[in-house]
């Protein structure tokens, strides 16, 4: 089973210094934890007023690094975000990330919902990140607002077939997205668990019952985060061979599956 992070960067991080984070970092941080295959975004483009002008770095790595995936970043709030859309499609990539909190948009609102329609019909995910900081180390001139579990269930309910993938939630969040949607919309919703704490308050664990193992793929959240600490919460579990597969790339396979059925 090829084991794949949905969550990677690369680029410098303007509010504190992450030290180099270009293809050939990734790559020797994949290599130390055994990840394949990574789907990377770029980091300072989220603070940027058009994100879409980091992507010309993502996908030159991805043409140079086949195991670096593009995922490319979406505003729906200026104008000319349908190119974007058409240039992962004409790629054959398989999402592209949208973070409102930090474009000044509404988490719900017309531009998320005209995204999700969007990005549905081409039948592509969405990826969102609910916080990249905790507010209690946030720098003051970082004015990014968080996703709320309100604002995901909204958006799920907005367009039928839309998918949506969040990284950066906490047990909390989950469970009041999960628990708070239909069970056909939350089948359309997957999560990583790069900042679900593992022992000993055991939160990953309790999520995987509650919620359900299915529900879940690795995200590590690099270089904002050390790789190491998805795969620590993933060994503290002692997974069958099964789970770990799953929750290291089946998972998210079947997702993407739901694509086309």
Do not use: K
């Amino acid at each position: 089973m090829t084991c794949i992070d949905i969550n990677a960067w690369l680029g410098a991080y303007p509010f504190r210094d992450i030290g180099e984070n270009e293809p050939v970092d990734l790559l020797r941080a994949m290599a130390r934890v055994g990840v394949d295959r990574a789907w990377i975004s770029h980091l300072p483009a989220v603070f940027w007023q058009d994100p879409s002008a980091g992507n010309r770095t993502l996908f030159a790595a991805h043409d140079r690094y086949p195991q670096l995936v593009a995922v490319p970043a979406v505003h729906p709030g200026i104008p000319q975000w349908h190119e974007v859309v058409r240039q992962t499609v004409a790629r054959g990539l398989p999402a592209v990330r949208c973070d409102p909190g930090s474009y000044g948009l509404a988490a719900d609102g017309p531009e998320m919902r005209s995204l999700l329609a969007c990005a549905a019909a081409h039948a592509l995910v969405v990826i969102c990140a609910v916080r990249f900081e905790d507010i209690r180390q946030r720098h003051p001139h970082d004015g990014s607002v968080d996703l709320t579990p309100a604002a995901v269930r909204s958006l799920i309910r907005s367009t039928p077939d839309a998918r949506l993938l969040i990284t950066h939630a906490d047990r909390e969040f989950v469970e009041q997205v999960h628990f708070g949607s239909t069970p056909g919309e939350a089948e359309r919703i997957l999560w990583d668990f790069c900042n679900i704490w593992g022992p000993p308050e055991d939160h990953l664990a309790l999520l995987l019952t509650t919620v359900g193992a299915e529900r879940f793929t690795l995200g590590t959240g690099t270089p904002l985060r050390l790789a190491e600490g998805a795969f620590a919460r993933l060994d503290l579990l002692n997974p069958t061979t099964e789970l770990r597969h799953a929750l290291t790339g089946g998972n998210l396979s079947a997702f993407l599956a739901q694509r086309s059925a």
